[in-house]
């Protein structure tokens, strides 16, 4: 998957007094052990199955399976697609709602961008209010990618709360899934009474600093469920949009330090508490768009089940 031409060149084209300016801002790091480690390489294989369009274009009923291989822990549990959505909004928002009943879970599972209507999302860099929180704003795409899907889902959910009333709700994606999956999980926490653990893997930035920090408020202080953003080594889109165009990190960043196409150990997954700090992704600085490698990587190839080709669908 690569970035299209049209987004490239926008981006290229940003003069220099549009760059981010990183702030000395204090975040202290630390580590995660070997089990927490485990519980993430289990989580990002939903997101690496929002990528299969068998899954996404199934039958309710079905499990979950990726062609490409990257999702066994996924395909040996008792899992079950609730709902399936996609080809059906002008953003081409898609994923699933399954039920795992391995590990007493519902979990909501948004694609990564695929199709043009994808990548008009991914580059829609104007804010909306989200009616979240006074002073709250959204980037106009994601938000829109969200609540073109959220009536359905929400449905689908709530019946699916009077069967597994006890499940906990897990909302993961990569890349454009990520930042729906953020906004969804910030969105659901609030209006609908949910506590969701947020699994975000190389996501934009999706929030102006006052939602951003309500997103992160959600965890921290509502223990609405745990947030886990996830970074990679020089990955660029969760550089974008920049710091310079109003946008921040929800916070605590992990940031994967392993090389592509690596086992990674407890001790490469860093975490800083600051979404936003110079150490972390953040201080890459400016996005370089010909290193995308590492927006692949996240504990494995999260996006080997991407088809070819950029269709309009």
Same mark, same amino acid.
């Given at each position: ?62 499990k979950l399976a990726c062609w490409a291989g990257n999702c ?81 889902i929400t449905a689908a959910l709530t019946r699916a709360r +009077?069967? &597994?009333?006890?499940? !906990?709700?897990? /909302?993961?994606?990569?890349? *454009?899934?990520?930042? #729906?999956?953020?906004? $969804? ?11 969701? +653990?947020? &699994?975000?893997?190389? !996501?934009?930035? /999706?929030?102006?600093?006052? *939602?951003?920090?309500? #997103?992160?408020?959600? $965890? ?27 946008y921040s990190h929800v916070s605590p960043e992990y940031h ?58």
């Amino acid at each position: 998957m690569h970035l299209p031409r049209f987004l490239v060149a926008t981006l290229s084209a940003l003069p220099c007094s549009a760059l981010p300016a990183l702030q000395a801002r204090e975040s202290t790091p630390s580590t995660i052990t070997p089990e927490t480690l485990a519980s993430f390489d289990f989580w990002v294989q939903y997101a690496a199955a929002a990528y299969c369009e068998p899954n996404y274009i199934a039958q309710a009923g079905q499990k979950l399976a990726c062609w490409a291989g990257n999702c066994p822990a996924v395909e040996a549990a008792d899992t079950t697609i609730l709902l399936d959505f996609s080809n059906a909004t002008i953003t081409d928002t898609a994923g699933f709602l399954a039920v795992d009943h391995t590990h007493s879970s519902l979990i909501l599972a948004f694609r990564g961008s695929y199709s043009v209507r994808n990548w008009v999302t991914d580059a829609t860099f104007l804010y909306t209010d989200p009616q979240l929180c006074p002073g709250c704003f959204a980037e106009l795409g994601f938000w829109s990618a969200w609540t073109n899907v959220r009536a359905n889902i929400t449905a689908a959910l709530t019946r699916a709360r +009077e069967q &597994y009333p006890t499940y !906990s709700l897990q /909302v993961v994606g990569h890349s *454009l899934g990520a930042a #729906i999956a953020t906004l $969804a999980a910030a969105d659901l926490r609030a209006t609908a009474g949910e506590t969701v +653990e947020l &699994y975000a893997f190389a !996501s934009p930035r /999706v929030a102006n600093p006052v *939602l951003a920090q309500y #997103i992160t408020a959600q $965890a921290t202080q509502q223990q609405k469920g745990a947030n886990y953003r996830f970074t990679h080594t020089v990955d660029p889109v969760p550089n974008l949009p920049l710091l310079a165009m109003g946008y921040s990190h929800v916070s605590p960043e992990y940031h994967i330090t392993a090389p592509d196409n690596s086992t990674v150990v407890a001790s490469q997954v860093v975490v800083y508490s600051d979404g936003d700090y110079v150490r972390g992704n953040t201080g890459v600085g400016v996005p370089d768009l010909l290193r995308f490698d590492a927006h692949h990587w996240y504990f494995e190839r999260a996006d080997a089940c991407i088809e070819s080709g950029l269709p309009w669908r």
